[in-house]
Nanobody
Framework: QVQLVESGGGLVQAGGSLRLSCAAS????????MGWFRQAPGKEREFVVG????????YYTDSVKGRFTISRDSAKNTVYLQMNTLKPEDTAVYYC?????????????????WGQGTQVTVSS
């Protein structure tokens, strides 16, 4: 069992930055690939970024490439999402999730554990 708790969301102006954290409980954290998803009002939850269980591979959806960076610290059981040059269209609830796959799949149903989400609002 893995429990995930996100933090770091908030209100920021366009062009600003935020750093999200996802703290995981459980001693098997390092054996899970991790992903960040987001869901805007009226839209489906979508994959944003992912990182393999080893941390050696990262995956980004095109709209955030060059602006977002995912990383993980296995000693702290934490995954981070650094978001720079934020845009109003990045406004959403952001969720971290854990997958038993070695890589980070884009499909929601490949993830077995989810956090409660953290709101990110980018004003124009």
């Amino acid at each position: 069992q893995v429990q995930l708790v996100e933090s770091g969301g908030g209100l920021v102006q366009a062009g600003g930055s935020l750093r999200l954290s996802c703290a995981a409980s459980g001693h098997t954290f390092s054996s899970y690939a991790m992903g960040w998803f987001r869901q805007a009002p009226g839209k489906e939850r979508e994959f944003v970024v992912g990182i393999s269980w080893s941390g050696g591979n990262t995956y980004y959806t095109d709209s955030v490439k060059g602006r977002f960076t995912i990383s993980r610290d296995s000693a702290k059981n934490t995954v981070y999402l650094q978001m720079n040059t934020l845009k109003p269209e990045d406004t959403a609830v952001y969720y971290c999730a854990a997958s038993r796959q070695a890589w980070a799949p884009h499909e929601l149903n490949e993830y077995v554990y989810w956090g409660q989400g953290t709101q990110v609002t980018v004003s124009s």
